[in-house]
């Protein structure tokens, strides 16, 4: 399909993308603009959170999301639509999460993705979710008096990835480290269900965490000090497990009390690695920023220890606002307008990509787990 069957260049005009996001628990559809400087505006971001759905099973349960999304997607649309009173002949294309992520739930964003494509005449782009959670951050800064350009150093930390990874520009994403076990965000699910928070568990667990006391417990940094940029972090969550279950009274007091141990030893832990990949990325670029982006990037506590892990090292530091941390359609539209300004577009026979590495050089060359798979968070 020929992305250039305007008389305009891709360049040289506006293009507004419709971006669906389906690979986990979250459906959503959004708007997002670029302008011809290549600024870009969220239109509308629609983001339906199907924890109702999974709440009793105290995880995701694939099938139900895949059946909520279908519920879901088209009404999602046609809001998105009507909210930026746009229809679909105003679009410049369509851009649907292919992976990685559960696939049942990746088939149905891609396919409504592609229906509309077909259906319409317009590019079909297939979007790699890490990949709209590592340009995030530069959406979320084009308002800026100093918007975020590429190189950046990128922690990337959502329910099934921990990574960090030098952002060099669109589609050359370049692997520092990343978890041997658990994902961050898996670590704080898994915790907040151990102590009894509910799910979601990371933003449970964030808030039991403010009325803790961080002496009472003293938790493991796994790999801390340590050199590379490999995470671990199922050791952690054991810890919680043989802590809470060692307790005598297992009160709400106790369960904020381990809740701030583990964000403060989650926190040591991420400021740690972060340093070494920051000492590493400085060696190699000028521009100096450390950007985090990903669901766990929402947490209040650990923005704060990794804005001064940066200032240690010299580094600015960005985040994105926490509605654009955790999965939301926007990321994806934002991803889809940069590569069809770069003059990309994807035929309608890609698959869906349950496992899809964002760097696909480190992950043939060092195969770790959490390298791809995003699977259910409990
Ligand atoms: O990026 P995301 O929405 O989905 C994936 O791509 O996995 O990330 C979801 C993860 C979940 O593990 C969730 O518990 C965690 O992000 N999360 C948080 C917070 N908000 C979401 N973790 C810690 N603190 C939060 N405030
Ligand atoms: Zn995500």
Redesign the pocket.
Same mark, same amino acid.
């Given at each position: 399909m020929d992305i250039r069957r305007k008389d305009t260049p891709v360049q040289a005009r506006p293009l507004t993308i419709l971006g669906l996001e389906t690979s986990?628990d *979250?459906t959503a559809a959004a708007l997002v603009r670029l302008d011809r400087e290549g600024r870009a505006q969220i239109l509308t971001d629609q983001v339906y959170s199907q924890i109702d759905e999974h709440a009793r099973f105290g995880g995701v349960v694939p099938e139900i999301a895949a059946r909520a999304h279908v519920g879901l997607i088209d009404r999602l649309i046609a809001r998105a639509l009507q909210q930026a009173d746009l229809g679909f002949g105003d679009l410049d294309g369509v851009a649907a999460t292919t992976g990685p992520g559960l696939v049942g739930g990746v088939m149905v964003g891609m396919m409504s993705a592609k229906a509309i494509a077909l259906a319409h005449d317009m590019p079909f782009l297939s979007i790699n979710?890490l990949e709209g959670?590592a340009l995030s951050p530069m959406m979320a800064r084009q308002d800026d008096a100093s918007p975020l350009d590429f190189p950046y150093l990128l922690l990337l930390v959502?329910?099934?990835h921990t990574q960090l990874l030098s952002v060099e520009g669109l589609g050359r994403y370049h692997r520092l480290g990343s978890t041997i076990d658990d994902a961050l965000? *898996?670590a704080?699910?898994k915790s907040a269900k151990i102590l009894g928070l509910g799910y979601?568990?990371?933003?449970a667990? *964030?808030r039991a965490a403010r009325a803790g006391d961080a002496g009472r417990f003293a938790l493991p940094r796994p790999l801390k000090g340590r050199p590379g940029c490999d995470f671990s972090f199922s050791g952690l969550k054991s810890a919680v497990r043989r802590s809470w279950e060692e307790l005598a009274v297992r009160d709400d007091q106790a369960r904020a009390d381990l809740a701030v141990a583990f964000e403060q030893a989650a926190g040591d832990v991420l400021a740690d690695r972060a340093g070494n990949a920051l000492s590493a990325f400085a060696a190699q670029h000028g521009r100096r920023t450390l950007v985090v982006a990903?669901?766990?990037a929402?947490?209040a506590q650990l923005r704060k220890r990794l804005s001064q892990c940066a200032a240690a090292y010299g580094f600015a530091f960005s985040a994105p606002p926490p509605a654009l941390c955790?999965?939301n359609g926007a990321m994806i539209a934002f991803a889809g307008a940069l590569h069809v300004r770069a003059g990309h577009s994807d035929g309608l026979d890609v698959q869906a990509r349950p496992r899809w590495p964002l760097d696909e050089a480190a992950a043939i060359a060092h195969p770790v787990s959490g390298s791809g798979k /995003?699977g259910p /968070?409990a």
């Open positions: 986990c *979250e979710h959670h959502s329910g099934g965000g *898996e704080f699910d979601p568990g990371g933003p667990l *964030e990903g669901g766990v929402a947490n955790t999965d /995003k /968070k």
